[in-house]
């Protein structure tokens, strides 16, 4: 919807931030992470894409944000199990910051939106 009215599409601006916050609650696997996220997005967010999730953390991991380790005692096939370090912990904070501020920002944003005098239906169809 964003796209379709010429708004940018930031589906995944704040991924990296949601796999810090997940890693520094428990240790978890890409698998793990992604149906985290997918539980968590609203449904006309659309889905999280699972192989942007494994791009972050191996960003992440690049960074040295993350650790990681394969789990090979369970059954199944080994997974890679990641854990969030104190350059991680550093990083998560920014992102709290980074977005204590924007939500400041959107609540002035929408506090003067619905104090406008605005006729509610004087949106033509060819204006949308």
Known sequence: MAK????PGKQNRHLPAFLLLFLAKEDAHGGALWNRMSEIMPADCG??????????????????CVTSVWNTEEAGPAKRIYHITSKGFFELNMWYNDICLRKKNLDFFIEQYESMNRPEDSIEETDK
């Open 4 to 7: 379709e009215r010429g708004l």
């Open 47 to 64: 889905v999280v894409d699972s192989g942007a999730v494994y791009r972050v953390l191996r960003e992440l991991e690049e960074r040295e």
